[in-house]
């Protein structure tokens, strides 16, 4: 399989998989600070706890646990160096901005 067929597999796979996951806006919330609980949020309002749909939510926590982060940052700092930014790098950066946590500050 050459790069361009790897790309287009992984991208499909990828739809697919989103495709038969919880849908909706994931958002942590709950009463606990150190047990929140992830809902998941419709464009009709309604809500979802994501730990009550975990035949449709495992695989997708599986596939994207924190093993990706190393890759997918290196792809996003490949993207930065090209001239022009690829619009579809930009465009996951941005959606990864929205959905990440600000670092909080260390205190000395």
Known sequence: MDARDLLRTAADRLDALAARTTPGDWRTGGLLATRPEVVAHSP???????????????????????????????????????????????????????RLPRPVPRVP
């Not at 994207?64 to 890759?71: E, F, N, V």
């Open 44 to 98: 009709d309002g309604s809500t979802e706890h994501v730990a009550e749909a975990r035949a449709g939510s495992g695989a997708w926590i599986a596939a994207l646990s924190p093993a990706l982060a190393a890759p997918l940052a290196a792809w996003l700092r490949a993207a930065a160096a090209e001239r022009p930014v690829d619009p579809a790098a930009e465009a996951f950066a941005r959606a990864l901005l929205a």
